[in-house]
């Protein structure tokens, strides 16, 4: 895991303007569109009220999975003590919910691969907000080949997470939306 975690930082500055992870044993480089900021921003600034003191958010702080796998979720929710401990990279078992914003580069990774390696380490929650496709995929019900359970909402309705943090909700109204995305709300 260290040497995956050295492999990880190398990058971290090397590409600015893409966000940087390993997926499947590669480096990989996605650029990042305004959409993408704006939704993580209003996303952070919609939960963070909703956390009692004992939860923080991290945001694209490295989480080491497995060898070949050390992902930056967007937005993650973890226990406040850790979060206050300010490091380089965070076990995955403290995430209670992982949020992925999906930009054009990242549609199979946080579709099909995030989904395989939160769940099979036992995050609780995974949300994946689309602006290419108007619309956030909630998944529960963590399983060793993903979550078994998983809804499609488009923009528009408030979206709630049962966790044990509490019931966390997220308008998705006024979320951004790429003006090309194929399903706008």
């Not at 995030?114 to 529960?140: E, F, S």
Request: glycine share 8%.
């Amino acid at each position: 895991m260290d040497r995956q975690r050295a492999r990880l930082a190398r990058f971290q500055d090397a590409f600015p303007g893409y966000r940087t992870e390993i997926v499947e044993g590669n480096v990989v480089a996605c650029p990042l569109q305004p959409a993408h900021a704006c939704t993580v921003y209003e996303v952070w600034r919609r939960l963070e009220p909703q956390l009692g003191p004992e939860w923080a958010l991290i945001s694209d702080v490295a989480i080491p999975f497995a060898e070949g796998f050390e992902f930056c979720p967007d937005l993650a929710v973890i226990p406040a003590a850790e979060q206050k401990r300010n490091l380089l990279c965070y076990p995955p078992d403290l995430v209670e919910l992982a949020i992925e914003v999906v930009s054009p580069g990242s549609v199979r990774h946080d579709y099909e691969v995030k989904d395989r390696c939160y769940a099979g380490r036992g995050i609780p929650n995974y949300l994946i907000l689309d602006p290419l496709q108007g619309h956030v995929t909630t998944m529960w019900n963590p399983g060793a080949e993903g979550y078994r359970g998983r809804d499609v909402v488009p923009y528009g309705p408030e979206v709630a997470v049962e966790s044990s943090v509490g019931r966390l909700t997220i308008r998705t109204d006024g979320l951004p939306v790429d003006p090309k995305a194929s399903h706008p709300s």
